[in-house]
């Protein structure tokens, strides 16, 4: 009985140590190249450095809600909605942008008023 209790531990001692070894042999992978990232701030056209919501339109547009107005981005380049621009604006501050079950974009400035 007692060389089977050896025997038993000795097994499992080895199974342990296998799998450590193969653990050992798992690696992470590698970024795919296809995911790229890039920040954007105030040089490349958003009204400043931050975004407090984003929301996608059905025709593909990126809004984005920001301290010193909206911004629409097309992939390249932003166009900035603000109350210089677009007096009806009640003010610049953005709280966030949401997006309807049909794709419309709305957004809630910080007077309680909502944009579309």
Request: hydrophobic fraction near 40%; charged fraction near 20%; charge should be neutral.
């Amino acid at each position: 009985m007692r060389r089977f209790e050896v025997f038993q531990r000795a097994l499992w001692f080895a199974l342990c140590l296998g799998l450590i070894q193969v653990s050992q042999w798992a690696k992470a992978e590698s970024p795919s190249p296809a995911w790229v990232s890039r920040h954007y701030g105030s040089a490349d056209g958003l009204p400043v450095g931050s975004v407090n919501s984003a929301a996608r339109d059905a025709d593909g547009f990126l809004w984005l809600a920001t301290h010193d107005g909206l911004a629409r981005f097309d992939g390249s380049h932003f166009e900035v909605y603000d109350s210089l621009r677009y007096p009806q604006m009640s003010g610049n501050r953005v709280l966030s942008v949401h997006r309807d079950g049909r794709g419309r974009v709305f957004a809630l400035t910080e007077p309680g008023d909502w944009l579309r």
